[in-house]
């Protein structure tokens, strides 16, 4: 079996600030690497990476620097509500307030300044028992 050493997203940006603002106000995301092309952020625990480039640049393939289309971020976190309450406060995007889903998780989703859908769930204590 192939192992894998590491997985990370990158989001395409125009607009680089307010999208790293965004994961880190929201996420507690820390900046592991900022630059006027890339910004890398990292999770307090060190598991989770997310990264965020400059839609234009040359390392990004023509094809695919049009807005996100066709995928979403899901955060699974403790307390959808805090992350709500926190993206009420920011004016971030709110498509979504969080409901509770058939499937056992509360669910918030946003839109962050890049146009991603970004689902943030969290387990219903107790659901099903």
């Known amino acids: 079996m192939k192992k894998i050493n590491r997985l990370m997203t990158n989001i395409c940006s125009d607009k680089l600030v307010e999208s790293?603002?965004?994961?880190?106000?929201?996420?507690?995301f820390k900046l592991e690497f900022d630059s006027d092309w890339f910004i890398h952020l990292v999770s307090q625990d060190q598991k989770l990476e997310l990264g965020i480039i400059d839609r234009t640049n040359e390392i990004v393939p023509k094809e695919?620097?049009?807005?996100?289309?066709?995928?979403?971020?899901?955060?699974?976190?403790?307390?959808?509500?805090?992350?709500?309450?926190?993206?009420?406060?920011?004016?971030?995007?709110?498509?979504?307030?969080?409901?509770?889903?058939?499937?056992?998780?509360?669910?918030?989703?946003?839109?962050d300044p890049n146009g991603t859908l970004v689902d943030v769930s969290s387990p219903i204590p107790n659901f099903g028992s």
């Open 20 to 28: 790293r603002d965004f994961y880190v106000k929201l996420f507690d």
């Open 64 to 111: 695919v620097q049009n807005n996100p289309q066709g995928f979403y971020i899901t955060f699974v976190v403790d307390n959808a509500d805090e992350i709500f309450n926190i993206a009420k406060a920011e004016k971030f995007e709110i498509l979504s307030e969080p409901t509770d889903t058939f499937y056992g998780q509360r669910r918030l989703l946003l839109k």
